[in-house]
């Protein structure tokens, strides 16, 4: 019987080689160099301009397929969504559902969602979003959510308040961006585990360049 020949995945690069790695780690490190630059492109309404980041990296070896509008929710579209147990974040390959506390989530103007394991996770992925999901821009985004860390509700990502440099570790246990819904509850989080208040268009490329490479890009983290 003829051996079945490998799949496209498999014929890339063996699942935990060390060249898969350094290739992941370039994405994240990438990417973060990029963020701060299209965050500052934004206008009120969130949106980027940043076409340049169009095709930037090639190498993509998560799988995170969109989670489709459901009318029978009873939600508008831009509403915020639980979880979905089989969500993957489309950086690093998580499942957030399994670490909820940290879950952000980003919708667009089709309806369809991403979930990410961490703010972090999330503002990586929209300094790239044509890399990380193919086909899209952040042009569409209509929606972005991220976890207050301080009763569990979803937030406006563009209106929370971050803690960079904390005690707090995120989900891959590498320093995060933990979020609250105002000054005074992040002011009250900086006494209790360090770090410094920032609004979102305060996180610069330099404070995700230096988050990014603490997160371990191996493979083997992906089950959550």
Known sequence: MPTPAPSRQQAHHPPHSPSR?????ALLLGSA????WTLHQRGPSGRS???ALDGVGDD?????PP??????????VADAREVPADARCPVCGMYPARARAWAAQVIFSDGDAFFFDSPLSLMLYQGNVAHYTRGRTADSLVARYVTDTATGQWLNAQEAVYVAGSSAMGPMRAG??????STDAAQQFVQQRGGRALAFNAIDAALLRGLAPNLRADHRQHAG
């Open 33 to 36: 160099g990029l963020v701060g």
């Open 67 to 76: 989670t489709p509008y459901d009318p029978a929710l009873g939600q508008a």
């Open 49 to 51: 301009s940043a076409s």
């Open 176 to 181: 995060n961006l933990p979020a609250f819904a």
């Open 60 to 64: 993509v070896c998560v799988v995170a």
């Open 21 to 25: 790695r350094r290739a992941v780690a």
